[in-house]
């Protein structure tokens, strides 16, 4: 699907609120709530909008630590890792980097018990290096960025 102007439109004011009704965001481009909505649904039916997401504050649900942990795996047979990782609530982000380490998680936990425990289990696959966040500056979407 190639997408115009328009569509690039609808999907930077859906980032900014998917809850938005068809007819609200309409007005904002010069279209009917129908037509908003007909492109909305090629626009999931494409593949182009794969899903609608929720921001949570951590901070207010009591989820006091976000550490981001640098792996340096032991072994080039990373999958007992990736399944490691995939089944841990406590990995919120996880990417395979280049550079110094083999991955890069984003990690977010209730207590420093939690975290230590969560260390213990990764020291089965590979060395870290851990950075502490000590203050959220910026969250952004990427669509936000790339999306103008």
Known sequence: ????????QILRLLNE????????????I?????AVG???RKLEESGVIKAYSLIVDEMKL???FTAFVIIHM?????????????????VVEAHRISGKGCYHLKVIVKSQDQLNLFLN???EHGNYSLNLSIQEIKQQNPLTATIQ
């Open 62 to 64: 009591g989820l006091m």
């Open 38 to 40: 007909n492109r909305i």
């Open 74 to 90: 032991k072994t080039a047979n990373h999958d007992l890792f990736i399944r490691f990782i995939k089944e841990r609530n406590e």
């Open 30 to 34: 010069h279209m009917t709530g129908q």
């Open 17 to 28: 609120n998917s809850r938005i009704q068809w007819k609200d965001l309409g007005e904002k």
């Open 1 to 8: 699907m190639e997408l115009d102007q328009i569509d690039f």
């Open 121 to 123: 289990k990764l020291l």
